[in-house]
């Protein structure tokens, strides 16, 4: 049973303004945590719970959102805190109506290219986090294309050998890993990447303002980010036109697109298991093909 006076002191005192214990929404529609709806009218908070355990990756997700936050590009729930309560961890943020309105994807399109003009220095970010329930490692690095290898393919290729996808996905994995540089011909710089912007991840208000939310923050190439928005769908042409008008995207960004989403479809290999395996394999075979 979640310890809801925990939760609502804990909000209370990092916020200062008094946070009731109740009443309780518990929402559905998330992959990973369960979500709940606390308080009322303009007092409604959103707050999700896991295990204890995992309090290190929502403690990384009110970072994401909070670096989000301070482009003051992309609107995104304002995080309120994060912390324990009896055996379950948790983050409060703030709660936005979404849906049953209007849907602005240009604006959705044209904010997400005003977030990615926010850069660092470096490839990474100052933490890791999480991928889904996969571990996300964001050590510094000054070349994006070792950053790429090292921490995203390589990183998820080892863990798809620790789950017996051995053989060929290996072997052609390893020439993709030696060879893909070649593909990344267009300078990328060190932009902030929501890093898990599939078509879930973004919401609507009520008065149409895209928002979005439950981030795998990184600095990388920006074309991470909107290749995702091309994997499961979601986003719309207007949504693309209107990134594009903002900030146009370099020649070779169709074939990059395949090498930054074979990312999230290893990911969903290691999480969902074999169904993806073929996908992987079609996708690091196009690769080598390019390559020629
Ligand atoms: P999970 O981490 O389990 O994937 P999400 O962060 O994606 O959970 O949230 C689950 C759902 O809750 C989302 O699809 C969205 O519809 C809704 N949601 C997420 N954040 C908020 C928020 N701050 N206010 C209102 N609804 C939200």
Redesign the pocket.
Known sequence: MTDWPSIAEQITAASGRRCAAGPVQP?????????A?LGSGDQ?L?V?LNEVGLLAMFEA?AAGLAEMASTQSIRV?MPICTGVAGLESFIA???????GGRSDAKAAGRQLAAMHRCRRERFGWDRDNTI?STPQPNPAYDDWVSFWADQRLGFQLKLAAENGYRGRLQQRGAQLLERFGALIDHDPAPSLLHGDLWG??L?YAQDGAP?I??PACYYGDREADLAMTELFGGFGMHFRAAYEEAWPLAPGYPVRKQLYNLYHVLNHLNLFGGGYLSQAENMVDQLLAELC
């Not at 929402?27 to 979500?35: Q, T, V």
Request: glycine letters at 24%; proline letters at 3%; a neutral charge.
């Open positions: 929402i559905g529609g998330g992959c990973i945590n369960r979500a709806v409604r959103f999700k997700e729930p943020m703030d709660f936005i109506a979404l849906g889904g879930g991840n919401g928002v939310f439950d």
